[in-house]
């Protein structure tokens, strides 16, 4: 089986996790199948062969910032190889070039931002801060990307962000667009500086539909992620395997990509 990175993945500290997924679940009214706990992703992903995971969380208040970027830092060292960390920072932080220079200093590889639980546009004036110094230091972001209750995340703001910023490397979550996935097709593909990932998408979309999506942007920009702790891990993977994708496209999605755009050792 080829090498397998889960790349998307939000864990919890053991003694909040249950109610951060808790809340996660009500805010989009799905259940979360899983606690958000590390020891538990470890164990579930073991079991599908996955060997590393790109794990973070998000900020809903600027003070929250150094405590989660601290923990996910923690989680990281702890993994032995295993685990490569993304920082968060919050939009309304008045200090975001120390919130970066920490995340930085923890050797965290990129920066999640979350529009819609943020409650803020992912084009608002306070974001493109973020994404300017994001450009300036080399920094990826990953972006939770569509919601058709909002327009917070949606395509055409996420087009605005890659056309103002285009040497920022930007990961959108949920193929570019959760729930409104036509229009993120439609608008989306061709940035040079976009990329994707499969997460909270699979179970929405028929196989042909994924398939069409994935080729639309090239398997060359699509990354594997299962949205951990929301899915059964086992269905998700599944799920990929089931796509008529060929050899080469399943190992740029499964780890090649991953490899390159947040600097993962390859595996002997």
Known sequence: MSRIIDCHCHIYPDAIAERAV???????????????KVSQLYELGSKLGVDH???FSVATTPHQTESINEFIAKAVAESRGAMTGLGTVHPDSQTLEKDIDHLQQLDLRGVKLH???????ADDPRCMKIYAICQ???????????????NYSNPKRIAHVLESFPN?????????????????????????N???????????????KTLEI??????ERVLYGTDF?????????????????????????????????FGIPKKD
């Open 214 to 219: 994935i080729r639309t942007y090239g398997a």
């Open 136 to 150: 300036e230091r080399g920094l990826p972001m990953l972006l939770h990307t569509g919601d058709h209750r909002f």
């Open 194 to 208: 976009f990329y994707v990932d499969c997460s909270s998408s699979m179970y929405a979309l028929s196989p042909e």
């Open 115 to 121: 529009a819609d639980i943020q409650a803020i546009a």
């Open 53 to 55: 995971y790109v794990v």
């Open 229 to 261: 702790p929301m899915w059964p891990m086992e269905k998700e993977i599944q799920r990929f395997f089931d796509l008529a994708l060929t050899k080469e496209e399943q190992e740029l999605i499964l780890h090649k990509n991953a490899e390159k755009l």
């Open 22 to 36: 808790a809340g996660t679940s009500g805010f989009y009214d799905l259940p979360s199948v899983y606690n958000g």
């Open 168 to 192: 920022l490397t930007v990961v959108g979550a949920h193929l570019g667009g959760w729930s409104v996935w036509d229009e993120a097709e439609h608008i989306l593909p061709g940035h040079p």
